[in-house]
């Protein structure tokens, strides 16, 4: 014991006097192992704290502090309250102690065992004691963690303090001007506030002490530590100001003046201060303040010199009148709200009426705006302007204002179509007439710039359930089976092929009755009819497109699918049968519209199940019939390529989200009629039972083409979806791949079984099948004319094994990095490693549940990139652009954030890549380095002068696109810093003045946007 | 010349903006050269805010597509510009962010000429006069007050 | 007209910028050439070629607009858009500024020396024409403010061998200027282009004055009547003849041969032309013909042209482009 009496002793001497500072943590970790107690390093100190000099009190406060903050935990509730009066008495002593003081009252604020009532007194002492102002910022945090940790442990303490506490609190803030400090000030202001701290008298001088700094000016020095932004102090002082609306009555004057200033920033804090403030502040709180806000908010709107102001002006307005929506009416006060939207109708209703339509759309905003604020705004603003609106539009027969004046009731109606819920007579009964009449006559006009505003119109109108008579509905119907059959005018038609869809689901019955017949009709007319039919003036061909389009609009209800799939596949029926058109280009249309009604109904069951049970042996049915009939007619339209690989996107939507059940039955049938030729799965029986779609160098090698729809079928099954007779299926497929004659035989056959191959379960069978796979490749790759079909099948089943990780990827992907330096095929497996990396768009993707881990491309990146580039180096020169054309497309799929760090190690050879004389090489790397430019520029200042060459040397590139993406990354560079860009701010101006005169209109484009933005570098008013 | 805070025009005239122009398949094709026409000049200056108001000399139907005509083979343009009221103060800068716009933007090889629509403007000829001067344009752009002024217009909203 | 013009060479005088104008030293061995990138630059032959021989960087803080020779070939005097004129002396291959001459409101637009070489004449956009006095201890004092004209004088030059400035201006007209009574006064303006007078100047004798304009043509005036030193009744100018059709955009510049008599010009519409008088047309109805010209003489604007004051054939341009480019005229059989 005495022995660490002494030990102790000699400490704080060496601390004290010896001016050690480790001493200090030597003390606190004895007091934390229980080697001697707080009170006897107090007692240690004792002669230390009576010493005259003040610097050494103060160096022994030093001591005691630091040792209370590393153990204040420890103390006892007496030791705590003989240190507490200590220190409060300490206070009183010289100025140079009181940091210390301060720091040890902060280790007591955090005692659980303080005692009842000490928290008061220290809080009372430092009010009294400390002008904190004239501390140093860290001491003045120091009072302010102190307060904090009062307010969060001994609430009902301090609020027995009364309004002294805010008083008190105010001195202490006042004049604070150190960011750090205000953040936290803030935060103490807002809790007095929100925690009920009575604030008595001083609810002015606390108002005031903290909207002094509104709005927030500040700019953070460059390389802050700290961190702080503007931003951050915005939102601490705007929680402060509007916690309560008693500050109302002295901030929404300041509001408005801050308003009404100059100055952009002050506009926007001040308008989305105000939003803010109106979801705290009530009727009374604003009254006063109402014609003020609103003629501010109007000259914003009206002549702003910014967007965004004026939107935040727009959000405001709404903010208010929401606010004024929510009070309760009392019987005999005031209705604020009628009388502030009247003086907003007065003052905006006379412009919609202005025959020259001077500030039409500012007004229509604000109208809109103040509606946007409950269904009472919008219930009185519409009913006030629309019959306005109705008369304006009868006496302009100009359309351009027509088409203004229905694009502003258009407005109105969407918004009172988003308070129908909570109302359920929408206040358009009176109007409804006048409504139709419009619309419809807009529809009809003679212009066709009222067209497409006349069919939003007219959908927002139709969608109001009940509200439009069903002869209203049956015209609006008609009059989109009209636009789409005839308008010139292709957007109005667009958009009334979106309504079709969009009213559809709310009125299938209607479209299945009136707007179908008319498109089936007119999908069937023989082109020859049409000739005779000179009113048309819509050529033939758009309309057909028009009615597929509309036909897979529609189709968003099952009811209506049933009518239109089965019109869809009777007119590739009828190509088959060689009715009708056989024009490919028409079965690639409807193949398209067929996939877009199946994605529509992926997620209906029971129209997934229609759609599955009809569209699928559909098509295989007509393709396989085309396949097996005699081989001596000419190829038939549907084994066409293009034409099957249409149908692949059919078929993949539709299984995708099979159930189980469905889809082990449908794939019994299906692997069944690939692999025996067993047609079970279709109804007819008419079908010859000759289909051999694996059998190669025979006359039925067009049905190989089939596989491709096998591809789509099987590939995009759920994992969990046994795949029967799988050994033989891929061994046919493989066989397949390496034999098939035509491209599009063994290249659908590669994918097939690489999409199988992608979910087939780790196990014997897998194993045995790769181990047969790499043999096979091997042997192919020896000679011609097996070296294109095996480099294929390597690529295919390469991806399908890294995406899910096979410990064999690796050895496969190096037989493809080995394959760049071969002379024939290096070229074309370059390009191969784009399909390796890059989503695949039909099959082996998330869509069709391919195994993919996350990550993978990062994973690739790692183990690949090292081996490309090194094989670059170690390259003969005719190889080398291989390597590059393979890295510059792995890193092009990469995401930015994972290429950023390695920047700087592939920088230089990128820049060779683009010296490089491959056009697809040049192309790939400009893309993949045009996100970078901006990133990095530290790793760039090396690099800029060849880089700025280069890039501009490629504006002058013969590829097009080549062109353009070196101008787009020349754009990019305009990012960096500014100093590092002027040096070659002439000579990139003057290089550019060629591509300007391009003879490619598109590169033009992206010359005198780059060449412009050089211009305002380091040029004032940029 | 600008800086006073009462605008001339308070509530100007406002004009639909035309649609982006469509990428035609002539023009995606790499062969085919497409000519500078009458609408590729209007799009570079569509754009141009009106240095008084937030809304673009389009908007403003300061400028139109019938008032621009291109030959590309004799490299010429020329431009009429309307200002918004008889005696806009701004015509001069308005020209002026017109015409650099264009030097900035047309291959060197083209003669540019900025005139105001005839009959638009009390000063109409004084403002042409201006415009066409070569040597007061350049000591303008040399002028960081005006330059200023300039790159606003032409910095702005994008384009889309 | 065949082959009347051969280019003989092409530098890039000012790259990245604009070439504004170019001055020839008194004896021909040096060429002084400035521009938008605020420079002169001084040229001079080596060999076959035109060789940089020193860049005058520091002067001004904007364009360097004119640039003008003193008669003894050892000063040179700039005027620049940053308002000043400098002063710059030759020693041996360098050049250094010995004084900058402020007093104009705004851009100097012209400068140059009268044939004393004790005078020296700007004009600026402030529609003024300054007269200055240079004194043996080389101290330049302004002696006369000339406020003839009512909008900026674009040019100005002094007669081959009186003490008579003629200045141009963007008010249309031209004006001369003498000395009378020991204070300078306009004793003449010539009327009748219908748009800015960019350029002038005097035939050989002094007898003849060229003038070329924004309204696209040239006018040759002629001094008539009582024309001689001291005469107290002021010389009556006369414009004798128009060349008009020949310039398709703006004339910018018109320099007339002291040696064969041949009129060069710098026009907007990229060409150079030469023309001369008729053998035996009447002096006072002078008639001129176009003996060569150069359609794509630059890439853009041709902003000067000046002939050589030794070699009588050889004539240098400069242009927007950046570029000057030396010719040799061969007048057609």
């Given at each position: 014991m005495a022995e660490a009496h002494s030990a102790l002793w000699g400490l704080v001497e060496e601390f004290v006097v010896g001016e050690q500072d480790s001493r200090s943590a030597e003390v606190a970790a004895g007091v934390k192992d229980g080697i001697f107690t707080v009170l006897q390093v107090v007692e240690a100190l004792g002669s230390c704290l009576a010493n005259p000099e003040p610097r050494s009190r103060a160096k022994g406060m030093q001591l005691l502090s630091r040792v209370l903050l590393e153990c204040y935990s420890r103390l006892t509730e007496k030791e705590v309250e003989v240190l507490v009066l200590f220190y409060e008495n300490r206070l009183k002593d010289h100025h140079l102690i009181t940091p210390h003081v301060l720091k040890g009252l902060m280790a007591l604020s955090m005692c659980d065992v303080l005692p009842q009532g000490l928290a008061v007194s220290v809080l009372k002492s430092v009010f009294q004691e400390v002008h904190v102002q004239s501390l140093m910022q860290i001491d003045r945090h120091t009072v302010y963690m102190i307060i904090t940790n009062f307010m969060k442990t001994r609430e009902e303490e301090l609020k027995s303090l009364g309004a002294d506490f805010t008083y008190g609190f105010i001195q202490v803030m006042d004049g604070e001007?150190?960011?750090?400090?205000?953040?936290?000030?803030?935060?103490?202001?807002?809790?007095?506030?929100?925690?009920?701290?009575?604030?008595?008298?001083?609810?002015?001088?606390?108002?005031?002490?903290?909207?002094?700094?509104?709005?927030?000016?500040?700019?953070?020095?460059?390389?802050?530590?700290?961190?702080?932004?503007?931003?951050?102090?915005?939102?601490?002082?705007?929680?402060?100001?509007?916690?309560?609306?008693?500050?109302?009555?002295?901030?929404?004057?300041?509001?408005?003046?801050?308003?009404?200033?100059?100055?952009?920033?002050?506009?926007?804090?001040?308008?989305?201060?105000?939003?803010?403030?109106?979801?705290?502040?009530?009727?009374?709180?604003?009254?006063?303040?109402?014609?003020?806000?609103?003629?501010?908010?109007?000259?914003?709107?009206?002549?702003?010199?910014?967007?965004?102001?004026?939107?935040?002006?727009?959000?405001?307005?709404?903010?208010?009148?929401?606010?004024?929506?929510?009070?309760?009416?009392?019987?005999?006060?005031?209705?604020?709200?009628?009388?502030?939207?009247?003086?907003?109708?007065?003052?905006?209703?006379?412009?919609?009426?202005?025959?020259?339509?001077?500030?039409?759309?500012?007004?229509?905003?604000?109208?809109?705006?103040?509606?946007?604020?409950?269904?009472?705004?919008?219930?009185?603003?519409?009913?006030?302007?629309?019959?306005?609106?109705?008369?304006?539009?009868?006496?302009?027969?100009?359309?351009?204002?027509?088409?203004?004046?229905?694009?502003?009731?258009?407005?109105?109606?969407?918004?009172?179509?988003?308070?129908?819920?909570?109302?359920?007579?929408?206040?358009?009964?009176?109007?409804?007439?006048?409504?139709?009449?419009?619309?419809?006559?807009?529809?009809?006009?003679?212009?066709?710039?009222?067209?497409?505003?006349?069919?939003?119109?007219?959908?927002?109108?139709?969608?109001?359930?009940?509200?439009?008579?069903?002869?209203?509905?049956?015209?609006?119907?008609?009059?989109?089976?009209?636009?789409?059959?005839?308008?010139?005018?292709?957007?109005?038609?667009?958009?009334?092929?979106?309504?079709?869809?969009?009213?559809?689901?709310?009125?299938?019955?209607?479209?299945?009755?009136?707007?179908?017949?008319?498109?089936?009709?007119?999908?069937?007319?023989?082109?020859?009819?049409?000739?005779?039919?000179?009113?048309?003036?819509?050529?033939?061909?758009?309309?057909?497109?028009?009615?597929?389009?509309?036909?897979?609009?529609?189709?968003?209800?099952?009811?209506?699918?049933?009518?239109?799939?089965?019109?869809?596949?009777?007119?590739?029926?009828?190509?088959?049968?060689?009715?009708?058109?056989?024009?490919?280009?028409?079965?690639?249309?409807?193949?398209?519209?067929?996939?877009?009604?199946?994605?529509?109904?992926?997620?209906?069951?029971?129209?997934?199940?229609?759609?599955?049970?009809?569209?699928?042996?559909?098509?295989?049915?007509?393709?396989?019939?085309?396949?097996?009939?005699?081989?001596?007619?000419?190829?038939?339209?549907?084994?066409?390529?293009?034409?099957?690989?249409?149908?692949?996107?059919?078929?993949?939507?539709?299984?995708?989200?099979?159930?189980?059940?469905?889809?082990?039955?449908?794939?019994?049938?299906?692997?069944?009629?690939?692999?025996?030729?067993?047609?079970?799965?279709?109804?007819?029986?008419?079908?010859?039972?000759?289909?051999?779609?694996?059998?190669?160098?025979?006359?039925?090698?067009?049905?190989?083409?089939?596989?491709?729809?096998?591809?789509?079928?099987?590939?995009?099954?759920?994992?969990?979806?046994?795949?029967?007779?799988?050994?033989?299926?891929?061994?046919?497929?493989?066989?397949?791949s390496l034999s098939g004659c035509s491209p599009f035989a063994y290249s659908s056959a590669s994918k097939c079984f690489a999409g199988l191959i992608n979910k087939c379960p780790q196990g014997d069978l897998l194993d045995d099948i790769l181990q047969v796979t790499a043999q096979r490749i091997d042997v192919g790759l020896v000679d011609e004319p097996s070296r294109t079909r095996a480099i294929t099948l390597l690529v295919w089943v390469t991806k399908a094994l890294v995406l899910r990780y096979h410990p064999l990827s690796g050895q496969l992907t190096n037989k493809m990095i080995g394959l760049l330096s071969d002379k024939q095929l290096g070229p074309s497996v370059a390009n191969m490693f784009s399909l390796l990396v890059s989503d695949s768009p039909d099959i082996i993707n998330k869509a069709c549940h391919a195994d993919i881990r996350i990550m993978f491309r990062q994973r690739f990146f790692t183990e690949n990139v090292p081996k490309l580039v090194q094989g670059f180096n170690s390259a003969n020169r005719d190889d080398k652009p291989n390597y590059l054309k393979a890295l510059s497309h792995v890193l092009n799929a990469l995401p930015k954030q994972v290429l950023m760090p390695e920047l700087p190690s592939l920088l230089s050879l990128l820049l060779e890549a683009l010296s490089c004389p491959d056009k697809v090489v040049q192309l790939s790397t400009l893309t993949c380095l045009e996100p970078l430019l901006q990133e990095a520029p530290e790793t760039l200042k090396v690099h800029i002068d060849g880089l700025i060459s280069k890039l501009v040397s490629l504006t002058l590139s013969p590829a097009m696109a080549v062109r353009i993406t070196a101008l787009k990354c020349i754009l990019a560079l305009t990012k960096l810093p500014l100093h590092m860009l002027l040096p070659y701010k002439q000579q990139v101006i003057r290089a550019l003045a060629k591509p300007l005169d391009d003879k490619k209109r598109l590169v033009r484009k992206e010359a005198v946007e780059t060449r412009c933005q050089w211009f305002l570098l380091g040029s004032p008013g940029s | 010349m600008v800086g006073g805070s009462q605008l001339e025009n308070a509530n100007p005239l406002i004009y639909r903006r035309a649609g982006e122009r469509q990428v035609t398949a002539q023009e995606e094709d790499e062969d085919a050269p497409d000519r500078i026409d009458d609408r590729e000049i209007f799009d570079l200056i569509r754009c141009i805010n009106d240095p008084e108001h937030p809304l673009t000399l389009e908007e403003l139907n300061v400028v139109e597509e019938i008032r621009v005509k291109v030959s590309d083979e004799e490299s010429t343009v020329s431009v009429e510009f309307t200002p918004t009221i008889p005696h806009c103060s701004m015509a001069t800068l308005i020209g002026l962010s017109i015409k650099v716009k264009l030097l900035r933007s047309l291959p060197e090889r083209f003669k540019v000429d900025v005139h105001i629509t005839p009959g638009t403007h009390a000063s109409e000829h004084a403002v042409n006069k201006q415009l066409a001067d070569k040597e007061r344009v350049a000591a303008a752009l040399e002028n960081s007050h005006l330059l200023e002024v300039v790159n606003q217009c032409l910095s702005g909203r994008s384009s889309a | 007209m065949k082959d009347t013009l051969t280019l003989l060479s092409r530098v890039s005088a000012h790259p990245d910028s604009r070439c504004w104008f170019l001055a020839w030293n008194p004896s021909g061995t040096l060429l002084a050439s400035c521009g938008g990138d605020r420079t002169i630059r001084i040229w001079g032959k080596d060999g076959d070629n035109w060789v940089c021989k020193s860049v005058l960087g520091e002067g001004h803080q904007r364009t360097v607009r004119k640039v003008s020779w003193s008669p003894c070939g050892n000063y040179l005097a700039s005027a620049s858009f940053d308002a000043t004129t400098c002063i710059w002396m030759k020693k041996k291959e360098e050049f250094e500024c010995i004084t900058t001459l402020e007093g104009h409101e705004n851009e100097v637009k012209s400068v140059a020396w009268a044939p004393s070489g004790s005078l020296l004449a700007t004009c600026s956009r402030d529609k003024s024409v300054w007269v200055w006095e240079v004194d043996e201890e080389e101290e330049y004092e302004c002696v006369s403010v000339l406020n003839s004209h009512t909008q900026d004088v674009k040019h100005v030059v002094w007669h081959p061998n009186q003490e008579l400035l003629a200045s141009a201006s963007y008010d249309d007209s031209v004006k001369l200027y003498r000395e009378e009574e020991d204070d300078w006064v306009c004793c003449a303006t010539l009327e009748g282009h219908t748009s800015t007078v960019w350029s002038l100047a005097f035939d050989q004798t002094g007898e003849q004055l060229a003038t070329c304009s924004d309204d696209k043509t040239v006018r040759i005036w002629r001094q008539l009547g009582t024309g001689e030193q001291g005469s107290k009744s002021d010389p009556n100018w006369k414009c004798v003849c128009t060349l008009t059709g020949y310039h398709t955009r703006t004339v910018y510049d018109v320099n007339w041969n002291h040696l064969t008599g041949a009129i060069a010009t710098a026009c907007g519409d990229d060409a150079v032309r030469i023309f001369e008088e008729d053998p035996g047309s009447d002096p006072l109805q002078p008639t001129f013909s176009l003996t060569a010209h150069m359609p794509r003489a630059h890439t853009q604007d041709v902003n000067c042209v000046t002939w050589h004051p030794k070699e009588p054939n050889l004539l240098a341009s400069c242009s927007d482009d950046g570029e000057m480019a030396f010719w040799r005229y061969q007048k057609p059989e």
């Open positions: 001007k150190d960011p750090r400090n205000l953040l936290v000030a803030f935060h103490i202001v807002q809790d007095i506030i929100t925690k009920n701290y009575a604030l008595g008298p001083f609810v002015e001088e606390l108002f005031e002490v903290t909207s002094c700094y509104f709005p927030i000016d500040f700019t953070p020095p460059p390389n802050d530590p700290h961190g702080i932004t503007r931003e951050h102090l915005i939102v601490g002082l705007r929680a402060v100001l509007v916690s309560t609306s008693r500050f109302a009555e002295f901030f929404l004057p300041l509001l408005i003046e801050k308003m009404d200033s100059d100055v952009q920033s002050a506009k926007l804090d001040s308008l989305q201060t105000l939003i803010a403030c109106c979801t705290v502040y009530g009727q009374k709180d604003l009254k006063e303040f109402l014609s003020g806000l609103w003629s501010s908010i109007r000259r914003e709107v009206f002549q702003t010199a910014s967007e965004k102001i004026e939107a935040e002006g727009l959000a405001a307005l709404q903010a208010l009148s929401a606010c004024l929506s929510r009070s309760i009416l009392s019987p005999d006060a005031e209705d604020l709200l009628d009388s502030f939207l009247n003086s907003i109708l007065q003052d905006c209703k006379h412009h919609l009426c202005e025959p020259d339509m001077k500030l039409v759309w500012p007004s229509a905003k604000l109208l809109q705006a103040a509606a946007g604020g409950s269904s009472r705004a919008c219930w009185k603003v519409t009913a006030n302007v629309l019959p306005l609106l109705l008369e304006q539009y009868n006496q302009h027969a100009q359309s351009s204002h027509r088409r203004t004046i229905l694009e502003m009731t258009l407005g109105f109606l969407k918004l009172q179509s988003r308070w129908l819920d909570e109302e359920d007579d929408n206040g358009l009964g009176n109007l409804k007439e006048a409504l139709c009449t419009m619309v419809f006559s807009a529809v009809t006009d003679s212009s066709t710039q009222l067209h497409q505003v006349a069919v939003r119109t007219l959908t927002v109108l139709a969608m109001q359930q009940g509200f439009l008579s069903s002869s209203d509905i049956d015209l609006v119907v008609d009059h989109l089976t009209r636009l789409i059959l005839q308008e010139t005018d292709s957007e109005s038609c667009m958009a009334a092929i979106e309504a079709s869809g969009t009213l559809a689901k709310v009125h299938p019955s209607v479209f299945i009755s009136r707007m179908l017949p008319q498109l089936c009709a007119n999908l069937q007319t023989e082109p020859m009819d049409i000739n005779l039919n000179e009113s048309r003036v819509v050529p033939e061909r758009f309309i057909r497109q028009r009615c597929l389009e509309a036909l897979a609009a529609v189709s968003t209800h099952q009811s209506i699918l049933k009518e239109t799939v089965p019109i869809l596949l009777d007119y590739i029926g009828r190509v088959h049968n060689g009715e009708g058109e056989t024009n490919a280009e028409n079965v690639v249309s409807i193949c398209r519209s067929l996939h877009r009604v199946a994605v529509q109904c992926q997620l209906d069951s029971e129209a997934l199940q229609f759609y599955h049970e009809i569209v699928l042996p559909s098509l295989l049915s007509l393709t396989v019939q085309a396949a097996t009939q005699d081989s001596g007619t000419s190829c038939n339209v549907l084994l066409r390529d293009d034409v099957l690989t249409a149908m692949v996107p059919v078929i993949t939507a539709a299984c995708t989200h099979l159930t189980p059940e469905l889809a082990s039955k449908s794939v019994s049938q299906v692997v069944a009629l690939f692999l025996d030729g067993d047609v079970s799965l279709f109804s007819e029986n008419n079908l010859p039972s000759n289909f051999q779609p694996f059998q190669v160098n025979g006359p039925t090698e067009l049905q190989n083409h089939l596989v491709s729809l096998l591809m789509a079928f099987v590939c995009s099954l759920p994992r969990n979806v046994e795949i029967p007779h799988l050994r033989r299926l891929l061994q046919h497929l493989l066989s397949l | - | -």
